[in-house]
């Protein structure tokens, strides 16, 4: 088992002012339970309080403890996905390990400095501490206990739902066997903690790749100890892009974190293959509508979308809108359908499609789902097929010149689609709105420098 190095070196990790809980082992993935195809899969955890100050660790329906989410992932064929989250656990009590290195114990309701906690496989599984990710805001760590899933009815902030009445696989992290055991794929699961106040959370998330083989009806994973630490950051910043060619990954930050990594590949014959991995780390607002600009001209063929759950029926459809110039993915708005298939923090969802364009360096648009927060950040640092946007040559002519100010006023009175080739021209800083910024950017492209 991998332990923290600063267990092997018998100290703190690293002492930072205030509240910092990292991940300090992640390990133990295993299969609760497995039926009519389905797993449901766990792992364990290990907490370690490499800060200065003790953690509350108190169980619902108190609101102080952190919470713990798991899921699992797959790379195959240049494809990085989701294939089975958790609900959030909510923790309850800890003991006061020495994982970590010398501990400070400060009780069963409190994560003493330099202490560790490990949660094994079957209390992360435990359905009366799974909470639904939704009520739990990432970046924050603020869960309202009055009207959750634990108070159930009647609301009166007492825990009246005890997780009875479930089945096997609900709220679990659950896997289909037809996405396990695929010849020439790597799979990966990752563990994070969500503690109020974390000063530094790069250390809260982390990964390791894993291994399987059938038995029986059932599967046996591994865990492999050489060359293969527990990995610290988002999965999706760790494992899948490898700094190739029309390879990119894009942070968003609103506050809350969410990653578009984003890859172009030659199928040959003039035609590339785009596929998008959405990953939403702390994102509180969720989105609800993903796009990337396509010439309107252009033939496109095999959009597609994946989620990590088994209905279909909430997938995001994707369309090719000529009008605008954009492949477009979306769910209902939060008005239409509050319970809307959004891209949830800790969730990964993929777009793709084939086009008969070429990539470039752009930007992807981008809807939250919740209200609040600024404007919707689009991901401006991704690999897009070219839509022939020059930044200033607005009227599209070849030439950056006065009679791009003409042009300009008119996308700025009457904005088309994000995603059209004349607004991208005119959006000469990139960040999806039309405005004077813009007007001072184009006087001194038409001047020059
Ligand atoms: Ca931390
Ligand atoms: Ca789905
Ligand atoms: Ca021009
Ligand atoms: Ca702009």
Known sequence: MFVCAAAMAGVVEHARAGTDVAMGDLSGL?????????????????????????????????????????????????????????????????????????????????????????YFDNHNANQFFLGPREEIDPY?????????????????????????????????????????????????????????GDVDTSNNIASRRFT?????????????????????????????????ANELLST????????????????????????YAVYNYTYSRRI???????????????????????????????????????????????AANPAANALIWGALFNFRFDANVPPTTGSAAMEAFLAGGGADAPATNAIVPNIGCVKGDVNGDGFIDGRDVQAFVGVLLNPPCVEARSFCAADIDSNSVI????????????VGP
């Open 288 to 334: 609800r509508r993903f796009a990337v600009p396509v010439p309107g001209s252009a033939i496109v063929s095999n959009i597609g979308f994946h989620d990590s759950d088994f209905e279909s029926g909430n997938d995001w459809p994707g369309t090719f809108d000529t009008s605008c110039g954009a492949v477009n993915w979306q769910t209902d708005t939060f």
């Open 140 to 196: 924050t760590a603020a869960w309202q206990p009055c009207g959750s899933w634990f108070d159930g009815t009647p609301v009166d902030c007492q825990r009246s739902n005890n997780g009875s009445g479930l089945g096997p696989f609900d709220h679990r992290c659950t896997v289909a066997n037809s996405d396990l055991g695929l010849a020439g794929a790597s799979y990966f699961y990752e563990g994070m903690y969500i503690v109020a």
């Open 435 to 446: 405005n004077n910024s813009d007007a001072i950017g184009l006087a001194g492209l038409i």
């Open 30 to 118: 295993s299969i609760i339970t497995n039926s009519g195809g389905l797993n449901a899969i766990s792992c364990e955890t290990t907490a370690c309080n490499v800060g200065t100050t003790t953690v509350p660790w108190i169980a619902a329906m108190n609101p102080n403890h952190p919470f713990i989410a798991y899921s699992i992932f797959r790379l195959k064929d240049g494809r990085f996905e989701q294939i089975g989250r958790a609900w959030a656990k909510h923790t309850f009590v800890v003991s006061s390990d020495t994982l970590c290195g010398p501990c400070t114990p400060a009780g069963a309701q409190s994560l003493g400095i330099g202490c560790s906690d490990t």
């Open 212 to 244: 399987m083989f059938a038995s029986g009806d059932s599967w046996i994973f591994q865990t492999p100890f050489d060359d293969n630490p527990v990995l610290h950051g988002p999965v999706v910043t760790t494992r899948y892009l490898t700094g190739g």
């Open 252 to 275: 968003v930050a609103d506050p809350g974190l969410l990653y578009v990594a984003s890859k172009a590949t030659d199928l040959g014959g003039g035609m590339w293959h785009y596929e």
